[in-house]
């Protein structure tokens, strides 16, 4: 629990009949940062791998879950039906965690949730940060790019948009802190990745249509070849070891596809990607400066 009984940090999750492999890790890098936990469960299944991890997790041992059955209509709905549990629990939260159940932080955030947010007067509204964003394999990413990570509670807050879903209603400004964390989302199967893009387009995505899933194969991956570059930081230790499992069976399309990019990332690519990787951190390095105060929240997740 926070430090302060009467300050409280919640997180309004959604899971749905998709396997989420990074969900335990996911659960447990949030456990020392946020006191309760609201699920909304829109995969229609009397039982689903996603819930046992969520009733495996610190939240439900100690009480701190609320988990519900809604089925899925879009991207707005689900979110909306898991903020509206949070209003179940005896207390209030005063902020919201924003979390997606392929996303793992870093220790970082227990000081952000602890030490930073009951500082937070009235004129923030929402916390900032930035997300490495896998691609293919653990060893590549495409950015590192600002992400939407907490948001002051209010009751009157709503989700709109079916898809690439926004929320309505925030009021203050945004602090963004100097603090990256990892989204490993688009580590899976090509066939999976592209049942994930077509749920999208059917919601209204304004893209190509994506191939049929019997289609996808790794050119999906190779195709952003030159827009990918190594990972040169450390994946969050409550992540490693199934990082370490993931990977150990997909040994053979891991390393077809390591083989892929480095092959097609020519030296102009090379490049660019570290110019882009300079910019990126520099943007981050600037956090640091406008905010020295939050230096123990900087930096990658340990």
Not at 201 to 221: H, I, Q
Not at 239 to 262: I, K
Not at 264 to 282: C, F, I, K, Q, Y
Request: net charge positive; aromatic share 10%.
């Amino acid at each position: 629990m926070s430090n302060n009984s009467t300050f409280t940090v919640a997180c309004a999750l959604c899971v749905g009949a998709d396997p989420e492999p990074y969900l335990p890790a996911t659960l447990a890098s949030i456990a020392n940062a946020v006191d309760v936990l609201a699920v909304n469960d829109n995969s229609g299944l009397a039982r689903s791998s996603n819930v046992a991890a969520i009733e495996a997790s610190a939240f439900a041992e100690r009480g701190a879950l609320r988990l519900e059955r809604h089925p899925f209509v879009d991207f707005a709905d689900m979110r909306n039906r898991a903020f509206a549990a949070l209003a179940a629990f005896p207390q209030p939260p005063d902020w919201v965690l924003f979390l997606d159940a392929d996303e793992v932080h870093g220790e970082q955030l227990r000081y952000i949730a602890r030490e930073v947010l009951p500082t937070l007067g009235p004129r923030y509204g929402n916390v900032d940060a930035y997300t490495y964003h896998f691609w293919g394999t653990f060893r590549w990413i495409t950015d590192v790019a600002r992400r939407f990570v907490f948001y002051r509670y209010d009751p009157r807050l709503r989700w709109t948009n079916a898809v690439h879903e926004k929320i309505d209603g925030l009021r203050g400004r945004a602090l963004v802190v100097p603090y990256v964390y990892h989204h490993y989302g688009n580590v899976q199967s090509p066939a999976a990745l592209t049942r994930k893009h077509l749920r999208y387009y059917d919601l209204g995505n304004a893209v190509p249509r994506p191939p049929a899933v019997e289609a996808a194969d790794a050119s999906l991956y190779l195709a952003k070849a030159a827009q990918v570059r190594p990972f040169a930081g450390r994946h969050p230790r409550v992540a490693r070891a199934l990082l370490a499992e993931l990977e150990a069976g997909q040994a053979a399309e891991f390393a077809a596809l390591d083989a892929g990019f480095t092959a097609l990332r020519t030296p102009a690519v090379r490049l660019g990607g570290t110019l882009r990787a300079l910019n990126e951190s520099l943007r981050v390095q600037l956090r640091r400066l406008e905010h020295p105060g939050l230096q123990r929240a900087a930096g990658e997740a340990r």
